[in-house]
C-alpha cells in the first residue's frame, strides 16, 4: 500500500469525522465553532450536574426537608445512567484510539 | 424526548398520585371533623389532574408529534353537602339535635387509595421499562 492512498484515507476519515461534529453542532445549534472537546465537557458537565442533583436531594432527603423517596431515588438513577452513559462513551472513544495507535504505516 | 425526560413524566405522575394519596389521609383523618378554622365540618378534598401546560403548548406547536412533560394536580374541595346526622349530645349539635359531619364517604376513600397506590405503582413500573431500555441502548454494538 503506498502512502499515498494511506493519505487520502485518512483525509476521508477526517471529512466523516468532521460531518458527525457538524450534525452534532446543528443539534446543538448554539455555536457553530464548538470542537468535539468542548461538546464533550459540556456532555460530562450535564453528567456532573445530574450526580450533584442526586447528591443534593440525598442529602436533603437525610436531614428531613420535604423531599420525597420517588425524586430522591429518580435523581439517583438519572446519575446513574448519566454516568453508565459516559463510561460507554469512554470505552468507545478508548477503542477508537487504540486502534489508531495500533495503525501499522 | 430523551429517555431521561421520559423518567420526569413518571416522576410528575408519581407525584400527583402521592398528592391523591395525601389527600385521601387528611380526608379518612378527618371523617368526624365538624369544627374547621372556616366555620362548618370538614370538606372533602380531591385531587384533580391535568396535563402540564408545556404540553399543550407543544402539540400546538408540532402538531402530530408527540411532546409530553407529565401531569399536575390541583386540590379542589367538594361541594357535596354535609352529612346531618341527629344526635343532640353531640357539642356541636344545632337547636334540632342535628350534627353536620363532613360530607366523607369511607368506602370511596378507601377505594380511592387502592387506585392511587396501583397508579403509583404502575408509574414506578413504566419508570422501571424506561431505565431498562436505557441501559439495553448502553449495550448497542457490545457483544
New interface residues.
Given amino acids: 500500500m503506498n502512502i499515498s492512498s494511506l493519505n487520502s484515507k485518512l483525509y476521508a476519515a477526517n471529512n466523516i469525522f468532521t460531518t458527525s461534529r457538524d450534525s452534532q453542532n446543528d443539534l446543538k445549534s448554539a455555536s457553530a465553532s464548538k470542537n468535539f472537546g468542548q461538546i464533550l465537557s459540556q456532555q460530562l458537565e450535564e453528567v456532573n450536574s445530574l450526580q450533584k442533583d442526586a447528591d443534593r436531594l440525598t442529602e436533603d432527603f437525610l436531614v428531613g426537608e420535604p423531599v420525597?423517596i420517588?425524586?430522591m431515588l429518580?435523581a439517583m438513577?438519572?446519575a446513574d445512567?448519566?454516568l453508565?452513559?459516559t463510561v460507554?462513551i469512554r470505552n468507545k472513544m478508548l477503542e477508537a484510539y487504540k486502534q489508531i495507535t495500533n495503525m501499522q504505516i | 424526548m430523551s429517555l431521561l425526560s421520559i423518567m420526569d413524566v413518571s416522576a410528575s405522575g408519581l407525584n400527583c398520585e402521592k398528592l391523591r394519596m395525601e389527600l385521601i389521609a387528611q380526608n379518612i383523618a378527618n371523617i368526624e371533623t365538624t369544627k374547621t378554622s372556616a366555620g362548618g365540618p370538614y370538606r372533602r378534598q380531591v385531587a384533580v389532574f391535568k396535563e402540564t401546560l408545556r404540553n399543550e403548548l407543544n402539540r400546538s406547536a408540532n402538531p402530530g408529534k408527540f411532546m409530553g412533560a407529565g401531569v399536575q394536580a390541583k386540590i379542589v374541595t367538594d361541594n357535596a353537602p354535609a352529612l346531618m346526622v341527629y344526635d343532640p349530645q353531640h357539642p356541636d349539635a344545632g337547636q334540632d339535635g342535628m350534627v353536620a359531619k363532613p360530607n366523607i364517604n369511607l368506602a370511596n376513600e378507601i377505594v380511592d387509595s387502592i387506585t392511587a397506590s396501583r397508579a403509583y405503582g404502575a408509574n414506578v413500573t413504566v419508570f422501571n421499562a424506561t431505565k431498562s431500555m436505557a441501559l439495553k441502548a448502553l449495550t448497542v454494538g457490545r457483544g
Fill in positions: 420525597e420517588h425524586q429518580i438513577e438519572k445512567l448519566a453508565r452513559q460507554e
